[in-house]
């Protein structure tokens, strides 16, 4: 069965860092195409970036509220993915998730709360 | 970035109802979308990915259809556990980006 567990979340103030992690297990890590997604609060879905496998070049990319603040990256030997999440801005309350897409699953997710 | 634009917002429905909701792409995407269904305070499910494949698990009642930009979810028979909302989202550009959600209550 898969599974993702995320932890590290938490209230930072606004500029402050975070870093998010997710352990994985049940299937593949190595080979899995992983995503961070968040959501504020009473809001929709937002993905947040994704990391490929190193096998696919380990490419990273992001979507552009994030871009050049927040840093993806993945440690095979450990089943885990993790989002450092720098200068962090009030807008970035939320829930985060770890997810693979499609067949995956999905988190249960950690909360951040930028605030002062 | 490509819009998902769901149809309707929300929706009010019956147990029993036959109900669909409707996902379009702002450019065509293939078959790379999935659906969701979120409840309050739980993660997003999958129940249809590729467009038109059921998730293990998912009851049968689910399915989906579409391709290119034009999406559908159907459930054939609405069962009080299906109250929620539900999300579609396409993977094949980035960024990666979600329907707004349409939110199922009871009528």
């Known amino acids: 069965e898969v599974q993702l567990v995320e932890s590290g979340g938490g209230l930072v103030k606004p500029g402050g860092s975070l870093r998010l992690s997710c352990a994985a297990s049940?299937?593949?890590?190595?080979?899995?195409?992983i995503n961070w997604v968040r959501q504020a609060p009473g809001k929709g879905l937002e993905w947040v970036g994704r990391?490929?496998?190193?096998?696919?070049?380990?490419?990273?990319e992001y979507a552009a509220p994030v871009q050049d603040r927040f840093t993806i990256s993945r440690d095979d030997s450990e089943n885990t993915l993790y989002l450092q999440m720098n200068s962090l801005k009030i807008e970035d309350t939320a829930l985060y998730y770890c997810?693979?897409?499609?067949?995956?699953?999905w988190g249960q997710g950690t909360l951040v709360t930028v605030s002062s | 970035d490509i819009q998902m634009t769901q149809s309707p917002s929300s929706l009010s429905a019956s147990v029993g109802d036959r109900v669909t909701i409707t996902c379009r792409a702002s450019?065509?995407?293939?078959?790379?979308l999935n659906w969701y269904q979120q409840k309050p305070g739980k993660a997003p499910k999958v129940l249809i990915y590729?467009?038109?494949s059921l998730q293990s698990g998912v009851p049968s009642r689910f399915s989906g259809s579409g391709s290119g930009t034009y999406f559908t979810l159907t459930i054939s028979s609405l069962q009080p556990e299906d109250f929620a909302t539900y999300y579609c989202?396409?993977?094949?550009?980035?960024?990666?980006?979600f329907g707004q959600g349409t939110r199922l209550e009871i009528k």
């Open positions: 450019q065509s995407i293939a078959n790379y």
């Open positions: 590729s467009a038109s």
């Open positions: 989202h396409q993977t094949y550009y980035i960024p990666i980006t």
């Open positions: 049940g299937f593949t890590f190595s080979d899995a195409w």
């Open positions: 997810a693979w897409f499609g067949v995956g699953g």
């Open positions: 990391i490929k496998p190193k096998a696919a070049g380990g490419t990273l």
